[in-house]
């Protein structure tokens, strides 16, 4: 049996269907399946959680190789599949939204964790963001997103595609896509085509910034009027045009940059000098 009959099998056996408000698409290839944990670089001494885990079919893989899983998922009537379908003494099922749910305590049990999700696509930022700023004792994070998605994930600085997202992630990892997988691999197929992005998450920033809260600040106030001048959109915001254009000028950058043309380091230099 193969695993799109297996899904299919799983389904009608539970009188289940894909729940849109979930976000639910699952996964039906074997090699995608396995190349997803190739990459994580899952091994027997990781404890891994498995967000949105769904039917189990990246889990029974996790299982085979980490030393831990913990599978967080909201549907309970993919808990209900999930018991039944696994009785390994290396997983723990949690039925809980990973939006609300406190890590720390997953984190001082286990220490350094990895992360491996196929997340809803609606979202995604959401979840990403919160393992990233909540300083969780995290490793990597293993992730299928949209497509769309990865890429802005993954863009360099000076990449037209970029945007708060993609400072704020690399300001706390290194990414990089790892695996395309198209949209006929799932069932229901998605409307779009996805990506696994694996997130090296870093000891330490690669900027040194005075004030995070700020540094972010600066940066959602940029990309959030991207069409206009870093000069327009930081002063027509919070800060007086006087200011912003002091503050660009001490630091060679031209008034008529915008958004996606300033770099983490330049951001990070912008927010220092505001502090100072």
């Given at each position: 049996?193969?695993?799109?009959?297996?899904?299919?099998?799983?389904?009608?056996?539970?009188?289940?269907?894909?729940?849109?408000?979930?976000?639910?698409n699952?996964?039906?290839?074997?090699?995608?399946?396995?190349?997803?944990?190739k990459?994580?670089?899952?091994?027997?001494?990781?404890?891994?959680?498995?967000?949105?885990?769904?039917?189990?079919?990246?889990?029974?893989?996790l299982?085979?190789?980490?030393?831990?899983?913990?599978?967080?998922?909201?549907?309970?009537?993919?808990?209900?599949?999930?018991?039944?379908?696994?009785?390994?003494?290396?997983?723990?099922?949690?039925?809980?939204?990973?939006?609300?749910?406190?890590?720390?305590?997953?984190?001082?049990?286990?220490?350094?964790?990895?992360?491996?999700?196929?997340?809803?696509?609606?979202?995604?930022?959401?979840?990403?963001?919160?393992?990233l700023?909540?300083?969780?004792?995290?490793?990597?994070?293993?992730?299928?997103?949209?497509?769309?998605?990865?890429?802005?994930?993954?863009?360099?600085n000076?990449?037209?595609?970029?945007?708060?997202?993609?400072?704020?992630?690399?300001?706390?990892?290194?990414?990089?896509?790892?695996?395309?997988?198209?949209?006929?691999?799932?069932?229901?197929?998605?409307?779009?085509?996805?990506?696994?992005?694996?997130?090296?998450?870093?000891?330490?920033?690669?900027?040194?910034?005075?004030?995070?809260?700020?540094?972010?600040?600066?940066?959602?106030?940029?990309?959030?009027?991207?069409?206009?001048?870093?000069?327009?959109?930081?002063s027509?915001?919070?800060?007086?045009?006087?200011?912003?254009?002091?503050?660009?000028?001490?630091?060679?950058?031209?008034?008529?940059?915008?958004?996606?043309d300033?770099?983490?380091?330049?951001?990070?230099?912008?927010?220092?000098?505001?502090?100072?």
């Open positions: 049996m193969n695993l799109y009959e297996e899904t299919r099998m799983l389904l009608n056996q539970y009188g289940l269907k894909a729940k849109k408000k979930f976000g639910q699952f996964l039906v290839s074997d090699e995608i399946i396995t190349q997803i944990v990459k994580a670089e899952i091994t027997n001494e990781d404890v891994v959680l498995e967000i949105g885990p769904g039917l189990g079919t990246l889990t029974k893989e299982l085979k190789n980490a030393k831990k899983v913990i599978a967080v998922e909201l549907d309970e009537d993919m808990i209900e599949i999930l018991k039944g379908r696994f009785l390994a003494d290396n997983l723990e099922i949690i039925n809980d939204d990973i939006l609300q749910l406190d890590l720390n305590e997953v984190t001082n049990k286990y220490g350094k964790i990895k992360v491996v999700a196929n997340l809803p696509y609606y979202i995604t930022t959401p979840i990403v963001m919160k393992l700023e909540s300083k969780y004792d995290i490793k990597t994070i293993t992730v299928m997103v949209q497509k769309e998605v990865g890429e802005r994930i993954c863009s360099s000076l990449d037209r595609e970029n945007s708060a997202i993609t400072i704020a992630i690399n300001y706390y990892a290194n990414a990089k896509m790892v695996l395309d997988v198209p949209r006929d691999l799932f069932f229901p197929s998605p409307d779009v085509d996805s990506v696994v992005v694996r997130l090296d998450v870093l000891e330490k920033p690669p900027v040194d910034v005075f004030d995070e809260k700020l540094f972010f600040r600066i940066v959602k106030m940029a990309f959030s009027q991207r069409r206009k001048t870093i000069l327009n959109s930081l027509s915001m919070e800060f007086s045009k006087e200011k912003v254009r002091e503050v660009l000028d001490k630091l060679g950058l031209d008034q008529k940059l915008r958004a996606e300033l770099s983490i380091s330049d951001f990070a230099n912008i927010s220092n000098e505001i502090v100072k």
